[in-house]
Nanobody, 125 residues
Framework: QVQLVESGGGLVQAGESLRLSCAAS????????MGWFRQAPGKEREFVAS????????YYADSVKGRFTISRDNAKNTVFLQMNSLKPEDTAVYYC??????????????????WGKGTLVTVSS
């Protein structure tokens, strides 16, 4: 079992930055690919970014490529999402996800093994 707890969300202005963290419990953290999804009001949940278990491979949604960076620290059981140049359209609840196997925007969300409860990011214009 892996429990995921997100933190770092908040209210920022357009152009500013935020760093999300996801702390995972369990000794098998390094076995899982990790990632972030988001759900804006009235919209479906969508893929944002993911990182392989080793950290050697990363994947991003086109909408965040070049602005967001995902990283992980397996020694601390934590995955991060650095979000720069935030836009109002980035406003959403951000969910941390773990999957036993690499995933990307093409992966069915039904195959995600564990989900966090989410952290709200609000970007004002």
């Amino acid at each position: 079992q892996v429990q995921l707890v997100e933190s770092g969300g908040g209210l920022v202005q357009a152009g500013e930055s935020l760093r999300l963290s996801c702390a995972a419990s369990g000794r098998t953290f390094s076995s899982y690919a990790m990632g972030w999804f988001r759900q804006a009001p009235g919209k479906e949940r969508e893929f944002v970014a993911s990182i392989s278990w080793s950290g050697s491979n990363t994947y991003y949604a086109d909408s965040v490529k070049g602005r967001f960076t995902i990283s992980r620290d397996n020694a601390k059981n934590t995955v991060f999402l650095q979000m720069n140049s935030l836009k109002p359209e980035d406003t959403a609840v951000y969910y941390c996800a773990a999957r036993y196997g690499t995933f990307s925007s093409y992966t069915s969300q039904a195959t995600i093994t564990y989900w966090g409860k989410g952290t709200l990011v609000t970007v004002s214009s």
